[in-house]
C-alpha cells in the first residue's frame, strides 16, 4: 500500500519535476543559480524535517507522519501552480519537499519494520521500482498536459494536484501494527544490558534515548560527502536543453531516465540483500561518474538519451540500496530517527551541491560542463573507495 501512495504522488512530482527548468528559466526568466536555489532549499527543507518527523515518529507511531506529509506534498504543488514570480516557486517547493521531509523517514522506518533483516533490500527495491514507476507515468502526464493545454505552462501545472491529492486519501488505507512499548535495545553488540532493559522490568513512560552506533555513522558519513556532489536533476535537465533538445525531447529523456531506475531497482535491493551494500552502492557511483562526466563532454545527438539512461542505474543501485543499508545497522527502534539524520544530513548536502553547481553553470564558459565533469570524477573516487572497501558495514 506504501509503494502505491509513492507511486501515485511521485507520478504528481515528476509530472511537475521537468517543466520547473522551462518555468523557472524560460516563462519566469529566472538564471539557472536560482534553479540551483529552489532545489536546494526544497532539498534542505526535507532534510531537517526528515530528522524530527523520524525522530517523534519512533515513539507517536509512523502512519499520522505519512499522511501530513503526502497532504502537505499537494498543497505545495498547487502554490507552484499558482506562481507569477520565482519566489513563489520557491515557497511551493520548500513546502512539498516539507511534506516530503515529514513522510519519508516514517515511511522508510515502517516498511522497514515490515520485512526481516534479510529481506530489507528487496523491501525497499521493490517500493523504490514501485516510486520510479511513478516517475514514468508523470513526465507522460506532462506531455499530455502540455498537449491539451496548446502549451500553456501554467494550465499544466494544474494537473499534478489531482494525483497527489489521490496519494494523500490513499494513506488512509495504510495499516500500521503498532508493537508494545519495550526499552530500545543497545545497538552496540558488545555492551552489556542496562538495568532498564532485563525482559520482565516495568516499561519506562517513554523510551530511552539511544545513541546511534558509530558503524551508522561511518556509512552515513562516506554517503553524505557524496551527496555534496550530486546536485538537483533539475540542473541535467537544463543541460540536456542546452545540447540542443525540444521540450518533449527533455521530456522524454527524464522518462528513460526513469525507466531504467524503475527496471533497475529491485534487482539492484536482491543484490544488495547477498552483496556488501557498499559494492552494490559503489557501482552505482561508477554510473554516476560515467553519466555526469558524459553529459559535460558531448556536444549533443542520440549520445545525451544514452548517458541519461545510464544515470538512470545510479539511483536504482543508490536509493532503496542505501536506505536499506542505514536500516540494517540500526535497531527498530530508532530506524525513524536513523532514516531522518541520514536523510536530513543528505539534503542539506544536496543544498550545497546545487548551489555551487548553479554558480559554476552562470561563471563557467561551457555552461555545465564544468560542474558535470567536476562532479563525475569525485564520484569516480569516491566509487572507488567504495568498491575497494566492500565491507565497510559488515
Known sequence: MLTLVSLTQDAASELLYPLLPLLLTGVLAAPP??????????????????????????????????????????????????????????VGRVVDRLGKGVRSAPRDALIAASVPP??????????????????????????LALAATDGDLHRALWWPVAPATLSALLVLLVTERRP???PVPDPMPEAAPAASDVRGAPPAPHRPVTALPQRFWRVATVLVLFAAVNFPDTLVLLRVMELGSSTTQVVLAYVLFNTVYTLGSYPAGRLADTLPPAVVYGAGLVAFAVAYAGLGLVDGGPWVFVLVAVYGLFPAFTDGVGKAWVSSLVPDGVRGRAQGVFQGLTSGAVLVAGLWAGLLWDLGPGQGVVPLVVSGGLAATCAGWLLARGRMAA
Do not use: M, N, Q
Not at 61 to 87: D, E, H, Q, S
Not at 118 to 143: K, M, Q
Open 33 to 90: 543559480v536560482v534553479l540551483g536555489l529552489v532545489e536546494g532549499a526544497a532539498e534542505v527543507t526535507a532534510g531537517l524535517s526528515r530528522y524530527v518527523a523520524g525522530r517523534w515518529s519512533d515513539r507517536r507511531g509512523r502512519k499520522v507522519f505519512i499522511g501530513a506529509g503526502y497532504g502537505l506534498a499537494a498543497v505545495g504543488k498547487a502554490v507552484v501552480a499558482a506562481a507569477t514570480v520565482w519566489p513563489v516557486v520557491l
Open 118 to 143: 534479510e529481506a530489507l533490500g528487496r523491501a525497499f527495491g521493490f517500493h523504490r521500482a514501485g516510486d520510479s514507476l511513478g516517475a514514468v507515468i508523470g513526465p507522460l502526464l506532462g506531455l
Open 180 to 182: 508494545a512499548p519495550d
